[in-house]
C-alpha cells in the first residue's frame, strides 16, 4: 500500500550505539511516515516535529552527517504543555534525545537520558545544541502562512458527530491530509526558522 505522504524531505542519521550493537551500518533513514506510525496520526503539529529537526541538524551538521544520540533537545514550556507531547516524542524518535527515561548507556558511553529538557519560558523556541562542539541553534515553526481549507473547520464539527455520514468524514480526512501535505511539501521553507546561538 503506497503511503498517501510524500517521502520527501527525509532525513538519514547515523547512530553509533546502533552500530556498537549491530543494528548494521547504524544509518536510519526517517520519512514523515515513520513519524506518522509512531504518532498514530499526521497533523500539522508532528509535520512540524520532523521539519524542525531537518533544518535544525541540516544547520548543526552541514554536509556532515547527523549523529542519533549527539545532540540536546531543549523544549519550550513544560512537559504536558500545549502539544509538547507529540513533538517531543517525534524529536525522541530522530535525535534520539530522551528525558529521565531515555537509555543510560553503557561504561559511560551511548547515553540518551537527560539529553532532552523542557524550560519553563513558553517561548515557541525549540533549542538544539551538539554535544561534541557545543553548537547551539534555536528553531521555531509556524504553519499559519500554509493557510487549511476554509470548509474543514465546518467538516471537523460534523466528522465528530455520532452516526455522521462517511463522505463528510471522507471529506475532512482529505482537507486535513491536504495541509500537511502541503506543509511537508514546502518544506520548511514558510514555515521553520533556524537562528545560531
Known amino acids: 500500500m503506497s503511503s498517501p505522504f510524500p517521502t520527501t524531505p527525509s532525513i538519514t542519521l547515523f547512530d553509533p550505539l546502533a552500530q556498537f550493537l549491530g543494528a548494521g551500518d547504524g544509518e536510519f533513514h526517517y520519512t514523515f511516515d515513520d513519524v506518522v506510525r509512531l504518532s498514530g496520526h499526521a497533523c ?3 509535520a512540524g516535529a520532523f521539519l524542525m529537526v531537518i533544518h535544525a541538524m541540516d544547520a548543526l551538521y552541514g554536509e556532515e552527517m ?3 544520540g549527539g545532540v540536546q533537545v531543549s523544549l ?3 512537559v504536558d504543555q500545549g502539544v509538547n507531547g507529540p513533538i517531543s516524542q517525534v524529536f525522541t524518535l530522530l535525535t534520539g534525545a530522551t528525558d ?8 559511560g558511553q551511548f547515553a540518551r537520558d537527560h539529553l532532552m529538557e523542557f ?3 513558553a517561548d515557541g523556541v525549540f533549542t538544539f545544541t551538539r554535544t561534541d562542539n557545543g ?4 528553531v521555531r515553526y509556524d504553519a499559519s502562512s500554509i493557510m487549511p481549507n476554509p470548509e474543514m473547520a465546518v467538516l471537523m464539527k460534523q466528522a465528530l458527530q455520532p452516526g455522521c455520514d462517511t463522505t463528510v468524514r471522507q471529506q475532512f480526512s482529505d482537507l486535513w491530509r491536504d495541509r500537511v501535505i502541503r ?4 518544506g520548511g521553507q514558510e ?3 533556524v537562528q545560531a546561538v
Open 66 to 68: 547527523p549523529v542519533r
Open 183 to 186: 506543509i511537508l511539501q514546502d
Open 76 to 78: 519550550s514550556g513544560a
Open 100 to 107: 529521565e527515561n531515555g537509555f543510560h548507556g553503557l561504561a
Open 135 to 138: 553548537q547551539s541553534v534555536q
Open 191 to 193: 514555515t521553520v526558522t
Open 119 to 121: 524550560h519553563s519560558a
Open 44 to 46: 500539522p503539529t508532528v
